[in-house]
């Protein structure tokens, strides 16, 4: 067993030991600590949100200091994940309009579950399975195996089939949707040089296709669902309504207008709940080389998979 995996472990049995809002009250104090010893992510945050959203310094770092927060209170969330079950869950997590993706379930043809990195992503997914929806993830990979390893054994746990990105398991990710599964795509990070080029918060972004691509393939319904926190503690999920695409001349067309119409929607939430985004990730790294690259090409086989929840 390897040594960070252990401490995890120990680190994720004593949290469970402590009532909820206890976790709330640590991650509370382990978020301010964070903001401070996380310089470069906390100065990209800044700059990044400044650009995006045009708010003054002052603005930006009360935003951007929530956020920090929220993350702190989120890892210790994780770690607790092992005394969640289906009665005490409830208490955590509200769902708001579930009847969308309950009745998009029920249509028997797979659903495309598109949300971002926003709120707690992973107790997203959590809340769900344990709700009886038949929730499956293409996971990618953290850059530490341990940490994947962990992440992935709490997914299982909460009753989440896993599939890995880049891998032959991706065929899974495809049978599972094909058998009525539901997939989610967090499909808000870099697209890489394969991605389509959309505008994303003020500025021209590569995008995946992950949702746009299986959608068509399966002819499916999308349903946008996110997760943001409640005042008074705890978190509520904001299902939306199926979104509404249509079929173009080609492929190439199709995909590129509903991946513009899915990152529209995905930053008006952004735009909505600006502290619950992860606003330090690299989401403009690949740069924009002009019109040119606005055109709707085929893309490479990773940007249209992307990552999933």
């Not at 401070?36 to 708010?55: P, T």
């Amino acid at each position: 067993m390897s040594l960070q995996y252990f401490v995890l472990k120990t680190v994720s049995r004593i949290i469970c030991l402590f009532p909820y809002s206890i976790i709330l009250g640590m991650g509370k104090v382990l978020g301010h600590i964070y903001y401070h010893a996380a310089a470069k992510q906390r100065r990209r945050a800044l700059a990044q949100i400044q650009e995006s959203l045009g708010l003054s310094g002052a603005a930006a770092e009360r935003i951007i200091r929530s956020l920090f927060v929220k993350l702190g209170r989120t890892f210790l969330e994780v770690m607790y994940t092992p005394a969640l079950n289906k009665e005490n869950i409830e208490r955590y997590i509200e769902i708001e309009n579930a009847q969308y993706l309950t009745d998009a379930v029920a249509q028997g043809r797979g659903v495309v579950f598109l949300t971002a990195h926003i709120g707690n992503w992973e107790w997203l997914g959590a809340r769900l399975a344990m709700a009886g929806y038949p929730m499956a993830s293409v996971i990618k990979r953290q850059p530490n195996d341990q940490h994947t390893r962990i992440l992935n054994e709490y997914r299982r746990m909460t009753g989440i089939e896993i599939f890995a990105r880049g891998t032959t398991e991706i065929v899974g990710a495809a049978k599972a949707l094909k058998n009525g599964k539901v997939l989610g795509f967090l499909a808000d990070q870099d697209g890489g040089h394969d991605g389509i080029f959309v505008e994303f918060l003020g500025k021209m972004a590569s995008t995946p296709q992950g949702p746009a691509v299986f959608a068509r393939k399966f002819k499916c319904p999308i349903i946008p669902t996110f997760i943001v926190r409640r005042p008074e503690g705890g978190h509520k999920i904001i299902v939306h309504p199926p979104v509404e695409w249509q079929e173009y001349d080609t492929e190439d067309r199709t995909i590129y207008e509903l991946t513009k119409t899915l990152t529209l929607l995905t930053e008006n939430f952004i735009r909505q709940y600006p502290d619950e985004w992860l606003w330090f990730q690299k989401r403009w790294n690949t740069k924009y080389q002009g019109p040119a690259a606005d055109k709707n090409a085929p893309a490479g086989k990773d940007s249209r998979v992307g990552e999933a929840v």
